[in-house]
């Protein structure tokens, strides 16, 4: 079955500190995947999305995520975090057509 | 420009009642989706239209639930009978449906309470 998958429910970092949150995948064929972010009391905002290409995706507010086909991953990261990326961040994999899964979320807590 | 309207932003109702949710995606957007989302959960893939096609259904809990989507563009989710495990907050999503590489953009939910 073809799903995505974020073992972490939340995340703990220091202001600062470099972070990441982890993504996993299984679909068939190539994967379309996304990462968007819930702020507090807002909707659902999309940060960065992998197509082909580049392993390493660029988006929004300094984010990035790393694509590893042979570990299924596609883990988002920031090399500094701040205490408003404090946040609820989901994976999205495209699976056949426009349907699209998303992952259980992970909550991030950026500690000042 | 405008994003994703959806209406009521809250309803509450009584269980056993109708209720029917309103979204209006951006224009030009051919792709359209319903989510819900549980007490800041996960999303729960419900369904999506895509242009004329047939929508996929295959997210909808129970034949309690039905979408529709009038001339390419609003669409309305109607939960018929509706119980307590029904509260959730409801997610409308657009995309531009060119590629499987359009993101979605979301609105701002609506807040179902079932009393």
């Known amino acids: 079955a073809q799903s995505v998958a974020q073992p972490e429910d939340q995340v703990n970092v220091a202001e600062g500190n470099p972070l990441t949150v982890k993504c996993t995948y299984s679909?068939?064929?190539?994967?379309?995947l996304f990462w968007y972010v819930q702020y507090p009391n807002r909707g659902l905002q999309f940060l960065l999305k992998?197509?082909?290409?580049?392993?390493l995706v660029k988006g929004s507010y300094g984010f990035e995520a790393e694509f590893n086909k042979s570990q299924t991953s596609f883990h988002l990261k920031k090399p500094s975090a701040l205490v408003s990326d404090s946040a609820l961040y989901f994976c999205a994999v495209r699976v056949g057509g426009f349907k699209t899964i998303f992952g259980a979320g992970t909550r991030l807590f950026v500690k000042a | 420009g405008a994003g994703v309207s959806q209406s009521p932003s809250n309803k509450v109702t009584e269980k056993g009642k109708d209720v029917e949710l309103r979204c209006d995606p951006i224009?030009?957007?051919?792709?359209l989706y319903w989510y819900r989302q549980s007490l800041g959960q996960g999303l729960e893939f419900l369904i999506y239209?895509?242009?004329?096609?047939?929508?996929?259904k295959s997210g909808l809990p129970s034949d309690r639930f039905s979408a529709e989507r009038t001339g390419g563009s609003v669409s309305t989710l109607t939960i018929q009978r509706t119980q307590q495990e029904d509260s959730a907050v409801y997610l409308c999503?657009?995309?531009?449906?060119?590629?499987?590489?359009?993101?979605?953009?979301f609105g701002n939910g609506t807040r179902l309470t079932v009393t």
């Open positions: 239209f895509q242009g004329n096609s047939a929508p996929d």
């Open positions: 999503a657009s995309s531009l449906g060119t590629g499987s590489n359009s993101p979605l953009h």
């Open positions: 992998y197509i082909t290409g580049d392993n």
């Open positions: 224009s030009g957007h051919t792709a």
């Open positions: 679909v068939s064929g190539n994967p379309y």
